[in-house]
């Protein structure tokens, strides 16, 4: 099955600085990538998303990244906001399963 | 933040006891999740279900039972079998198994 690596567990930046966060998946058949937040004590949401068929995309503040051949897909935030502070989770979903994997997660914190 | 809820949000049980935690939303997705959320450790995927009186088990089901009698709900049973239920579940469904998954407000449930 698909497993999914996240990194880093934990990151700080200064208010206004950029964010990176990194994945790996091993499932080559992977095609759909979802970044989910999650706010302390509520539910995750959807902030971005992309498919295999492209190699980044873009709103506003955040991008995602995707390398096929290298198996791995980033989250870029740009000046940063402490209202960014959260934990930030990646997932990979195959064409052959019919859920999503994720990864462990990481907690983002912004310093005012 | 309608469209799929949890019930109760917090629940407390004796060691032995078997509980449910219900799901339910008015999204009309054919898909619905859960999952276990411990600290450090992401999402687990405990059953999902495809579609009504279908349902799949995931990456940890051993002590969790589920039923899916209405497209609407699909409620999780924690059994006396679980042997650490104490955690974090989140239900979320999705239109189909291949796109964006929705998220309730979770339930806590803490077990002693």
């Known amino acids: 099955g698909e497993n999914v690596e996240q990194h880093p567990s934990t990151l700080s930046v200064q208010e206004g600085d950029s964010a990176v966060i990194k994945c790996t998946y091993s499932?080559?058949?992977?095609?759909?990538f979802p970044w989910y937040k999650q706010e302390l004590g509520k539910r995750p949401q959807l902030i971005i998303d992309?498919?295999?068929?492209?190699g980044e995309k873009k709103d506003q503040r955040i991008a995602v990244t995707l390398n096929k051949t290298a198996k791995h897909f980033s989250l870029h935030i740009t000046e940063t906001q402490p209202e960014d502070s959260a934990v930030y989770f990646c997932a990979a979903l195959s064409t052959g399963a019919n859920n999503l994997f994720f990864g462990t997660g990481t907690r983002l914190t912004v310093i005012p | 933040d309608g469209g799929i809820t949890q019930s109760p949000k917090y629940l407390f049980r004796k060691e032995g006891q078997n509980v449910t935690l219900s799901c339910e939303q008015n999204?009309?997705?054919?898909?619905m999740y859960w999952y276990r959320q411990d600290p450090g450790q992401g999402l687990r995927l405990i059953y999902y279900?495809?579609?009504?009186?279908?349902?799949q088990k995931g990456d940890i089901a051993e002590g969790y039972s589920v039923s899916r009698e209405k497209k609407e709900s699909f409620p999780l049973t924690v059994t006396s079998a679980q042997k650490n239920p104490t955690a974090f579940y989140l239900c979320?469904?999705?239109?189909?198994?291949?796109?964006?998954?929705?998220f309730g407000p979770g339930t806590r449930l803490t077990v002693t």
């Open positions: 279900s495809q579609i009504v009186n279908d349902f």
């Open positions: 992309i498919r295999s068929n492209v």
């Open positions: 999204l009309n997705h054919d898909a």
């Open positions: 499932d080559s058949a992977s095609n759909y």
């Open positions: 979320a469904s999705s239109v189909g198994t291949s796109g964006e998954q929705y």
